[in-house]
């Protein structure tokens, strides 16, 4: 029998109010009024998103309609494409992101990132969690960078699989190794906040469903946000979503709510495929 | 309202809100008919209400299959899921439903041969006029998704009790009256407590549809009128 363990002594009633919780906890990230503009072309409106703190955030919506925009948003990301714009106002802790002495090295050093296509370094696995603690100094000796890579490939349920092969290349991996081994590589620079944009649509349902157990384990010391195309998945791994249409922040609520009794049509007929 | 992209998806269903009409239109039958077998006392009648019954449990077995198919297939959200989830439980009601109108349809057969009192027979003739009329009632605001017309329904299920404790009085005066009513009087009795049953499940409609068009939970505390099985009328 295959091990689907749940706290059972929580009633699914308890369950729910948990994620209901969620939205109560302290706000990781604020934003107000963000607008994006690729040149002429504006392709954010006006977002107002709370983002709480030790929970995952899931972005929906269908393609072009901003999500990803708006991720990239959160660590400064559009800040390398040439002609982006961003505008309105951004807190990571109650900070403004965009203040001129704010050093985006030191942002991106708080706010890990994981792709959609697993991208690791072509090196060693031990290398690829080794090199952020490495440049943002985090390891005063080789044992301390040591621990610092075991105990990521351990958070990211990694560790067993690769124990005896730490110093083999990162790119040898199975793909849904190499999307934990990049989730391993953001969690070693101890960030606070984890941005995923579609982090499993590369791999199979059972490279998905480990990553999906990683961002459930994650979420208890993470403020995790979540790019997905695929409905159930955010359904499955969030606490709150948000619907994205052309632009514009739609609806956003607990992820049950949302699900179950949306309260924007727009969202409604995404939710269930009349795209019209 | 917009139709989904995939067309199957929509045929599934409207195929589910047919079924529904379907069961629903052959537990009016069985109910009315029941009631007619028992006051006919027609035998021949009452056996064939029994028989039809097969017809309501094949239904819902139906589509309960279609139901977890569609589950296992669509992954159903938002409007679609509390359709789907409806239908689900608004078959097992209607198949409830059936059941209790079969039993009416028994108990007819065991009375065939007394003396049926006008009074109470009158008694159990609204009863089932006004269920049947609920579960009208209840079977449109499901097809045309009205909750307002639910929330009617769930109200007014408040007069079936009220008649069926009126009855019920009536029912243990009588039996008290002469011991050898007791056999006649707890089948009608029992008949009775079918047709409040029955007005039990047609609730549980209105609060299925309720939740299905507004996808809110009908608030407040349905009104229990029932009162008999507090009640006991003594001899002395």
Redesign the interface.
Same mark, same amino acid.
């Given at each position: 029998m295959n091990d689907h363990s749940r706290p059972f002594e929580l009633s699914f009633g308890q369950l729910e109010s948990a994620a209901s919780d969620a939205g109560m906890n302290n706000n990781k990230v604020t934003s107000r009024k963000v607008s994006v503009f690729y040149g002429q072309k504006q392709a954010l409106f006006d977002v107002d998103l709370d983002i709480p703190d030790r929970a995952v955030m899931a972005l929906i919506g269908p393609s072009g309609c901003g999500k990803s925009t708006f991720l990239r948003c959160l660590n400064r990301m559009n800040d390398t494409i040439p002609e982006c714009r961003v505008t309105g106002e951004i807190k990571v802790d109650g900070k403004d992101i965009h203040d001129p002495d704010l050093d985006v090295v030191e942002l991106r050093g708080r706010v890990g990132m994981v792709f959609q296509k697993p991208n690791p370094f072509p090196k060693s696995i031990f290398e690829n969690i080794a090199y952020g603690p490495r440049i943002h100094g985090l390891a005063r000796t080789k044992s301390d960078l040591e621990e610092i890579v075991i105990s990521s490939l351990e958070k990211a349920g990694l560790l067993s699989e690769v124990k005896d092969r730490i110093h083999e290349p990162g790119t040898a991996l199975s793909g849904g190794q190499q999307q934990r081994l990049c989730i391993a590589r953001a969690i070693a620079v101890n960030p606070e906040l984890i941005l995923m944009d579609e982090p499993c649509s590369a791999l199979d349902p059972i490279a998905t469903a480990k990553v999906e157990e990683l961002i459930d384990e994650l979420k208890e010391n993470f403020c995790i946000v979540i790019v997905t195309h695929s $409905?159930?998945q955010a359904?499955r791994v969030s606490q709150r979503t948000a619907f994205f249409h052309l632009g514009v922040l739609v609806e956003e609520g607990v992820t049950v709510e949302m699900? #179950?009794?949306?309260k924007d049509k727009r #969202?409604? @007929?995404y939710?269930?495929?009349?795209?019209? | $309202?917009?139709?989904?992209?995939?067309k199957s998806?929509e045929e599934e269903l409207a195929l589910l809100d047919k079924k529904i009409a379907q069961m629903g239109g052959l537990a009016e039958q069985s109910l009315g008919r029941s009631l007619e077998a028992l006051e006919r006392r027609d035998p021949k009648l009452a056996e064939d209400v029994v028989q039809s019954d097969h017809a309501i449990d094949d239904l819902e077995r139906e589509l309960e299959e279609q139901v977890i198919s569609m589950v296992a297939r669509r992954?159903? $959200?938002? @409007? @679609?899921?509390?359709h789907i989830i409806g239908a689900l439980r608004i078959t097992t009601d209607l198949e409830r439903i059936g059941d209790l109108a079969k039993n009416i349809a028994k108990r007819s057969l065991a009375i065939a041969d007394e003396v049926h009192p006008k009074p109470l027979m009158t008694g159990i003739r609204h009863m089932v006029e006004l269920a049947l009329h609920q579960l009208k009632e209840v079977l449109d605001a499901y097809g045309e998704r009205d909750a307002e017309k639910a929330l009617s329904v769930w109200r007014n299920d408040a007069q079936i009790d009220a008649m069926y404790n009126s009855l019920f009085r009536e029912l243990l005066t009588y039996m008290m009256e002469d011991p050898r009513n007791i056999g006649l009087s707890t089948h009608l009795l029992f008949g009775a407590k079918n047709i409040e049953r029955v007005g039990d499940h047609t609730t549980n409609i209105a609060e299925t549809v309720h939740y299905l068009v507004r996808?809110?939970n009908i608030a407040d505390d349905r009104p229990k009128d029932d009162q008999t099985s507090s009640t006991l009328i003594s001899g002395t």
């Open positions: $409905m159930q359904a699900f #179950t009794n949306p #969202t409604q @007929d939710i269930t495929g009349r795209f019209g | $309202m917009k139709e989904h992209t995939v998806y992954q159903p $959200m938002a @409007d @679609d899921l509390r996808g809110v």
